[in-house]
């Protein structure tokens, strides 16, 4: 009976998702400035992809043949020689120029531009779509930060009730905890003792356990019809790899340091080592922003992939228009949307794991070394 009933959710969850996405591919009227089918689906999967400064749910075209959008405005903050603040619908979807304090702004493939009155664009003429005024600096409250707000709120009220169960049942969680429990026990057992050790881990897990969960919601957000790309951003996925590397170097011990710029150790005097050593040691610098690099790249391609296969996959409807290619894309869209659900899951898992690897590098003491080295030569 659970079966049936974890099929029907999955089922719905996947039905739903796939018709939020169709609601917004919508024909363009009939008449002049027609676009191409291909071109528009190319459009709705760029503008998917996208941040933006208002939260826009869904839009579609009336019958008077203009283009509605459903939402709510977002706070603009950008600073211009001065602090200047407004409400992102004064931009109508980027289709009015905003006035503030004597200078005028317009809004264009969700970027803010400084122009003038009559909100002209001056573009690069060997890059067209890219425009060469003057940008302000942007602190605005977007799409991704409202929805990395709610599931920081929301990570604060599961572990403070986590913790209170805990507390109250002795050491045995209740309601909801009980299905969080596990996953905080496998991350502290199988990923932070494992790979960074039982005396130091302690240091380490309210990190990991917090960028499990943190990257592990923002991932399932963006599955629903909400339509946030949140680890699609590669600011996002950078600012998180900037913290592994942080914590990673600031918590590093002198032996770890050493390894780096003294790989071989005193088993050779320096005039041998000198000539390796050339080679050796940029290589060993290289690889410490390697490391983070490679975090936020992966997360940043394997979510922003997934979510452009899955509209791909939706907007083959609307170019097929047949009862062969439709439900055959319907189909592969389904069976995607299941698949991503196991994507978020695991790219969070891969994230936490190698960021729990890196710390363990970090922490390792010479002692802990000689310990590995001594079951080794045992073997």
Do not use: C
Not at 194 to 206: D, F, H, L, Q, S
Not at 228 to 238: E, L, M, R, Y
Not at 323 to 350: C, T
Request: hydrophobic letters at 45%.
């Amino acid at each position: 009976m659970q079966g049936k009933t974890l099929k029907t959710l999955l089922a719905l969850f996947a039905f739903t998702m796939t018709f939020s996405a169709m609601a917004t591919v919508k024909e363009a009227p009939e008449g002049e400035g027609k676009k191409d089918t291909k071109t528009e689906i190319k459009e709705y999967i760029d503008h998917h992809l996208q941040d933006s400064h208002d939260f826009n749910l869904f839009s579609y075209t009336g019958d008077d043949g203009e283009k509605h959008h459903v939402g709510f405005p977002l706070p603009v903050i950008i600073w211009d020689d001065g602090l200047h603040t407004f409400m992102s619908s004064e931009f109508h979807h980027g289709e009015e120029v905003v006035e503030s304090n004597g200078n005028y702004y317009t809004l264009y493939h969700s970027k803010i531009y400084r122009t003038d009155a009559s909100g002209t664009l001056n573009y690069d003429p060997e890059h067209p779509d890219h425009p060469t005024n003057a940008r302000p600096l942007d602190f605005s409250i977007t799409k991704s930060v409202v929805m990395m707000i709610v599931t920081g709120i929301l990570l604060l009220l599961l572990f403070r009730g986590l913790a209170s169960s805990y507390r109250k049942n002795e050491g045995i969680a209740s309601g909801i905890g009980r299905f969080f429990e596990p996953i905080v026990i496998y991350i502290r057992d199988d990923i932070a003792i494992a790979n960074i050790g039982e005396e130091k881990y302690k240091r380490y897990m309210p990190f990991l356990l917090t960028i499990f969960f943190f990257i592990w919601f923002l991932n399932m957000f963006g599955l629903t019809p909400l339509g946030v790309n949140v680890t699609g951003n590669i600011a996002v996925t950078t600012a998180l790899a900037i913290l592994v590397f942080l914590l990673t170097n600031f918590t590093g011990t002198k032996d770890y340091w050493k390894h780096i710029f003294d790989p071989l150790g005193d088993g050779m005097p320096w005039i041998g080592k000198i000539f390796i050593y050339i080679i050796l040691v940029p290589i060993e610098i290289l690889g410490m922003f390697i490391k983070p690099f490679a975090l936020l790249i992966r997360l940043y391609a394997n979510m922003t992939a997934g979510h452009v296969v899955l509209m791909s996959l939706i907007g083959l409807i609307f170019i097929f228009k047949s009862w062969i290619g439709g439900p055959l894309s319907f189909g592969l869209s389904f069976a995607i949307s299941l698949i991503e659900v196991l994507v978020a899951l695991l790219q969070a898992y891969i994230f936490t794991m190698l960021a729990a690897l890196y710390f363990g590098f970090a922490s390792e003491s010479h002692d802990h070394a000689e310990e590995h080295e001594g079951e080794v030569s045992h073997l």
